[in-house]
């Protein structure tokens, strides 16, 4: 099938090629009537502009880059997600650049902008000097960034992490729990440390340490290797903070394999509250992060027409959602548990008898 052209569309619309490309552009000093006859002709034809043709003459497309880390994880996806949808509903369009470390943070910026983005998100970790560095090479395209530290001098939509470690925390200690441990996220990632660092202030407030920390990658089989090994150590912890939900389903799958019973013999506390936590078994406390809101949001500060010179830095709350992996256990629970722990015992034990 031979592919519609302008020509075709002008052809239909009696008017000019030139005419055409002006209502495709937007450009001035066509009447509403000629527009509206152009924009019929092309919905009758089905024909769809060609915005790298409109890249390459150098006219402004509506499009946004957004530069994020592994859209296997929950929080990159839903970002990503949100900023799709809200882009689309302001007319405009996202190219999107996946990359594994902050170095290629500037390859990736490069490449975006050869594209003639009209904005840029990042949401990538990156110390306070990277962020600066990207947001000087992309001048004067805007850039707000979704993972640095509030210390950054850059355009900045974040999560207040502090406030959500402290609030996990806190709710342990109100529970009764001193044995608490801790499974972090990558040191690499900046809001893995800021959740590690308000943990520990939230501790040390009441006049607690940690018992045990260890270090995850944001994935459930490290959340799973790590719960092990913080469930190995010589005192057993009461509850686990864990920096992500993911890490946290790999802690629990973990207990459930030493047989330590959620809740009761321990409490998980997870941080994101993603779309499946509520369906954990038990269902998981955790922090919530509206992602969505940050994503959209996003993408209404850059194409807002008028920005100040000055950084906008906005730190978005985060929410406490309480559920039964840290809820009291009841006498029922108990000797079912212990129950349970006697049955598993048992099968342990002949299991060995008849291996002889």
Known sequence: MKAITLYDVALLAGVSYQTVSRVINDAEHVSSRTREKVRQAMEELHYVPNRGAQQLAGKRTRTLGLITTDLALHAPSQIASAVKSRAVEQGASVLISMVQQPEQCQAALQELLAQRVEGLLVNVPLEDAQAEQLQVMASPVPVLFLDVSPSAQVNSLVFNAVQGASLGAEHLISLGQTRIALLSGPESSVSARMRLAGWKATLAQAGLEAIAVAQGDWSAASGYEKGHQLLSGTEQPEAILVANDQMALGVMRACAEKGIAIPGQIAVVGFDDTAD???????????????????????????????????????????????????????????????????????????KLARG
Not at 282 to 290: E, G, K, V
């Open 277 to 351: 936590s509520a369906w954990f078994s038990p269902p998981l406390t955790t922090i919530r992060q509206a992602f969505r809101d940050a994503g959209e949001r996003s993408v209404e500060w850059l194409l807002r027409p008028e920005r100040t010179k000055t950084c906008w830095q906005v730190q978005l709350p985060v929410t406490l959602i309480a559920r039964r992996s840290t809820a009291p256990r009841t006498v029922d629970q108990a000797d079912r548990e212990e129950l349970a722990q006697k049955l598993r015992s048992l099968a342990l034990m002949a299991e």
